[in-house]
């Protein structure tokens, strides 16, 4: 299972954007990148997903290198309400995901 | 989108009784369910891999005879904590996979939590 590393905290000023990097240096063929969200209290919540290049849904964008050793989670414009810790995971859909230790974003008004 | 629910929310039980954690996945199928356990300020810990109609595999240093693990249909596994102890308060939380494209790609969908505090 390939393992990931990823800053232990962040801050960041309401309305910034927030690029959160982590290395996933042996990456293997069928490994997906995919990103969760989780508040205190509650299972994580699906942010993106993606293999290669770049990524965009409403609420993130990921950007993936050609080695695929590495992501970056780019969340626009900041609010209060994401706060929380984010999680990079790498894995197949049918292996079971090892959470590594995330990064908690906190958000200051 | 797809939902995964579990039951209780959040339960508290006298030390030496057992309890049952419900994972449903509410609008797919899902032949795979995963059981995570969360301690205050720690990420999620991999207990187990609960697969529809076969015995679950655990993770190396999770007691199987201590969090029973049943998926017997294809939208319901549950986890059995026996004979619990103030130890084993923590966070569960369950996932399980709706695939797609033939089951060669799939989501994978977390549930609520479920908080057991044992006194």
């Known amino acids: 299972l390939a393992k990931t590393t990823q800053p232990i905290s962040m801050d960041s000023y309401e309305g910034q954007e927030v690029n959160i990097t982590c290395s996933h240096n042996?990456?293997?063929?069928?490994?997906?990148i995919t990103w969760y969200q989780q508040f205190p209290s509650q299972g994580p919540r699906f942010i993106i997903q993606?293999?290669?290049t770049k990524v965009t849904n409403e609420v993130a964008s990921l950007f993936i290198p050609a080695d695929r050793k590495s992501s970056t989670l780019s969340l626009p414009r900041v609010s209060l309400s994401d706060t929380a810790v984010y999680y990079c995971?790498?894995?197949?859909?049918?292996?079971?995901?090892?959470f590594g230790k995330g990064t908690r974003l906190s958000v200051i008004a | 989108g797809a939902v995964v629910s579990q039951h209780p929310s959040w339960v508290i039980c006298k030390s030496g009784t057992s309890v049952k954690i419900e994972c449903r996945s509410l609008?797919?199928?899902?032949?795979?369910m995963f059981w995570y356990r969360q301690f205050p300020k720690q990420s999620l810990m991999l207990m187990a891999t609960s697969n529809e109609g076969s015995k679950a595999t655990y993770e190396q240093g999770v007691e199987k005879d201590k969090f029973l693990i049943n998926h017997a249909s294809l939208t319901l596994s549950t986890l059995t904590v026996t004979s619990a102890h103030p130890e084993d308060s923590s966070f569960y939380i369950c996932?399980?996979?709706?695939?797609?494209?033939?089951?060669?790609?799939?989501?994978?969908?977390f549930g609520e939590g479920s908080r057991l505090t044992v006194l």
């Open positions: 609008d797919f199928q899902a032949t795979t």
């Open positions: 995971l790498v894995g197949d859909i049918w292996t079971p995901l090892v």
């Open positions: 996932s399980a996979i709706k695939a797609s494209g033939g089951a060669l790609t799939g989501e994978l969908f």
């Open positions: 993606g293999y290669k």
């Open positions: 042996n990456i293997a063929t069928n490994d997906y």
